[in-house]
C-alpha cells in the first residue's frame, strides 16, 4: 500500500505528460502550404521551343541574325531559365 500510494503521483504525472506530449505533437503538426508547382510543359509546347530554338541557330549560321535574335527571344519567353 506505501509503495502504491508514493508512485500514484508520478503516474498521473507521467500520464498528464504523455497526453500533453501526444497533443502538442499534432496540433504542431506543419500545414502542407507551399506554393503550387509549376505544371510540366506540354509535349505540343516543348516541340515548339525546339523547333523556334532550331530555326534561330540556323538563322544565325545563316547569319540572319536579325531573325535570329527574334526567335532567341522568343525562345526565352516560353522558357525563361
Same mark, same amino acid.
Request: glycine residues 2%; proline residues 9%; positive net charge.
Given at each position: 500500500?506505501?509503495?502504491?500510494?508514493?508512485?500514484?503521483?508520478?503516474? %498521473?504525472?507521467? /500520464? *498528464?505528460?504523455? &497526453?500533453?506530449?501526444?497533443?502538442? #505533437?499534432?496540433?504542431? +503538426?506543419?500545414?502542407?502550404?507551399?506554393?503550387?508547382?509549376?505544371?510540366?510543359?506540354?509535349?505540343?509546347?516543348?516541340?515548339?521551343? %525546339?523547333?523556334? /530554338? *532550331?530555326?534561330? &541557330?540556323?538563322?544565325?549560321?545563316? #547569319?540572319?541574325?536579325? +531573325?535570329?535574335?527574334?526567335?532567341?527571344?522568343?525562345?526565352?519567353?516560353?522558357?525563361?531559365?
Amino acid at each position: 500500500m506505501f509503495v502504491n500510494n508514493v508512485y500514484r503521483p508520478f503516474k %498521473s504525472f507521467a /500520464f *498528464i505528460a504523455v &497526453c500533453a506530449l501526444l497533443i502538442c #505533437n499534432f496540433s504542431c +503538426k506543419p500545414k502542407n502550404i507551399a506554393a503550387k508547382p509549376v505544371p510540366p510543359p506540354t509535349q505540343r509546347s516543348a516541340r515548339g521551343f %525546339s523547333k523556334l /530554338f *532550331i530555326d534561330a &541557330c540556323r538563322e544565325k549560321n545563316l #547569319n540572319n541574325y536579325d +531573325k535570329a535574335l527574334e526567335l532567341f527571344e522568343t525562345c526565352r519567353k516560353l522558357k525563361p531559365s
